[in-house]
């Protein structure tokens, strides 16, 4: 057990850290972690948090989650370290997958009836409705930190930690909504949205471009501005979808 203390729950975390739904808690609890790992939530070199607390946020047993922790050790997703700052972190699996359009159409061929269209359509309404929400709802000071932090944080992420830090920043934007249900679906949209993005290289202009979406989204979203905020994230989606788009044409 580590003295070390315990991080404050950030905003993107509280969406996929969420109790399991079903009699499948050992399924579930795997399906939990993998979705923060593969976010970008927790990020590689990062811990997880800790198994008594991880264990009441998920709502299994921490017999449960010690199994769903010791699969995951086994699939080389994570690693325990033991002694004061000790804990489970996640391992760095950086790999050289493939990029471009073969694999961006084997991806898309491979979701099936939940195709590109469909995803980004949801993805536009779940996103641009979310922000709306957003920005319509009091936000008590410590959400409002917690946006700031998040927008910085993605602001000023290297190539290498960009999609992770984004990925944050839009989960971010889901759960200040209130609404446990709306970032659960924009948690599970953004995993194929992810893969997708994947399969593509970041482009520099394309990330200078967003973060001044970013911006716009944010300082609507802080000024209470519904309108302001669902446009600025719709032409923000917009850029994605046609990036997706013009690589698969």
Request: aromatic share 4%; proline share 6%.
């Amino acid at each position: 057990m580590s003295s070390e203390p315990e991080p404050p729950a950030t905003l993107a975390d509280q969406a996929v850290f969420r109790p399991v739904r079903s009699g499948n808690a050992f399924e579930e609890a795997v399906e939990r972690i993998l979705q923060a790992i593969k976010l970008g939530v927790v990020g590689p070199g990062e811990r997880l948090p800790a198994e008594r607390d991880l264990a009441v946020r998920l709502g299994v047993s921490r017999m449960t989650l010690r199994e769903a922790i010791r699969a995951l050790q086994q699939s080389g997703y994570v690693e325990s370290r033991r002694g004061r700052f000790g804990g489970t972190f996640v391992v760095n699996r950086a790999e050289d997958a493939p990029r471009g359009k073969a694999r961006l159409r084997k991806l898309v061929v491979g979701m099936g009836s939940v195709g590109l269209e469909d995803t980004l359509t949801f993805r536009e309404v779940l996103e641009t409705g979310a922000a709306g929400a957003a920005a319509t709802r009091p936000l008590p000071e410590p959400e409002r930190a917690l946006l700031r932090a998040v927008h910085e944080q993605v602001r000023t992420a290297t190539p290498e930690t960009y999609r992770h830090l984004d990925s944050r920043f839009h989960l971010a934007i889901a759960q200040i909504t209130g609404s446990p249900s709306l970032a659960s679906a924009v948690a599970d949209n953004r995993m194929r949205i992810n893969e997708l993005l994947d399969a593509i290289p970041l482009l520099g202009h394309n990330i200078e471009h967003s973060h001044e979406q970013h911006e716009r989204i944010v300082a609507a979203v802080l000024a209470g501005d519904g309108p302001a905020a669902r446009a600025a994230m719709a032409e923000h989606l917009a850029g994605t979808a046609a990036l997706l788009r013009a690589f698969l044409s």
